[in-house]
């Protein structure tokens, strides 16, 4: 796990101490993971124990800390059918309002004699399943990577990460209050992918980063902006002005895409990498039309049935205002939760 992880996790749950070292914290962490992992072998709970811990190299938050976890298998549950894991790591922690700290991580399961299974993804809401075939036989030790599973996971992650996230949900609402046919929907949701798939693919290959303190203002920045963008200049709302924003701004948003993704992808071969990259972004893709088709048609409902409006293309001025500005309000608590 991260350094990063091991310091959230120190500082939020109240047991950081003066005079506390990093081996001290390092070896807490190791206790607070055996108290956020789950195992079960047939639904019968395992107890487990950290058997070794690895320093990093560096005290950076990037630097990596590793754990061996053992959990043993009582002896009615020798040969399980299946066994669960499950995590909340970080869960029980504020990031922002409304927006809990979560670890993600990548898997790999393995038996003797057998073939590792990886590219698994583990999230809070993401448990994994681990079917034991013991009929199975063979010698074959080099990972397998299923891809088709893979690229099934990452979308799914993607579609959850979009509609559990408020911050990206608010700032695509904002863009599409000013949308005035469906021609200008695909062209900002489909500036906003772009940007956001170039910075999520730059920073998964270490290429451009940024810290947390940067990207997480500006992404809440970018909703009160398109937010006052509708209200207070409603002509730049739309045309090249607000592709230009979508774009700008996505790049932002890509970067605080990639950040849970990040510890996930460390080690990863190209080939996964690659996988894992563009099954997200489909899954992002995905999350943001389940959001945007029913407001857009929700729109155009309310412009059909606004029919003395002089400009039946746009939504009446004070719909349009009072949700911009209710967004604004939501942007506006983000941004201050980001800067503390």
């Not at 990093?22 to 124990?49: K, P």
């Not at 293309?313 to 983000?334: D, F, H, T």
Request: glycine fraction near 8%; aromatic fraction near 8%.
């Amino acid at each position: 796990v991260s350094n990063q992880e091991a310091f959230v996790a120190e500082a939020f749950g109240g047991r950081a101490e003066p005079k506390a070292t990093l081996e001290d914290v390092w070896r807490r962490h190791g206790d607070y993971l055996l108290a956020h992992l789950q195992l079960t072998a047939d639904g019968a709970a395992l107890a487990g124990a950290v058997t070794n811990l690895a320093p990093p190299e560096k005290p950076t938050p990037e630097a990596r800390i590793t754990y061996e976890l053992k959990f043993d298998i009582p002896p009615e549950h020798q040969r399980p059918r299946a066994i669960e894991v499950r995590q909340n790591v970080l869960n029980e922690f504020i990031f922002a309002p409304g927006n809990p700290w979560e670890a993600t991580y990548i898997v790999r399961i393995s038996r003797d004699g057998l073939a590792a299974q990886e590219g698994l993804l583990l999230t809070s809401k993401q448990p994994l399943t681990f079917t034991c075939d013991w009929n199975a036989v063979g010698s074959q030790t080099a990972p397998h990577l299923d891809r088709r599973a893979m690229a099934a996971t990452f979308v799914r992650h993607g579609i959850a990460h979009i509609l559990t996230g408020y911050d990206h949900l608010l700032f695509i609402a904002g863009l599409i209050l000013a949308v005035a046919n469906l021609w200008d929907l695909v062209k900002v949701v489909s500036s906003f992918t772009l940007a956001h798939t170039i910075t999520l693919t730059l920073a998964v290959l270490d290429i451009v980063r940024l810290p947390s303190r940067i990207v997480e203002p500006m992404i809440a920045a970018s909703i009160v902006f398109v937010a006052l963008q509708n209200v207070l200049a409603p002509a730049q709302s739309r045309g090249w002005t607000r592709l230009a924003v979508a774009f700008g701004f996505g790049l932002f948003h890509g970067l605080g895409f990639a950040g849970g993704l990040l510890a996930a992808m460390e080690g990863m071969a190209g080939a996964a990498i690659i996988t894992a990259i563009a099954a997200f972004s489909i899954g992002v893709e995905i999350g943001h039309q389940v959001v945007a088709l029913p407001l857009f048609g929700a729109l155009r409902i309310t412009r059909s049935a606004c029919r003395l409006n002089p400009d039946p293309e746009r939504i009446p001025r004070w719909a349009s205002q009072i949700a911009s500005s209710a967004i604004c309000a939501a942007g506006m608590v983000y941004l201050v939760a980001a800067l503390r």
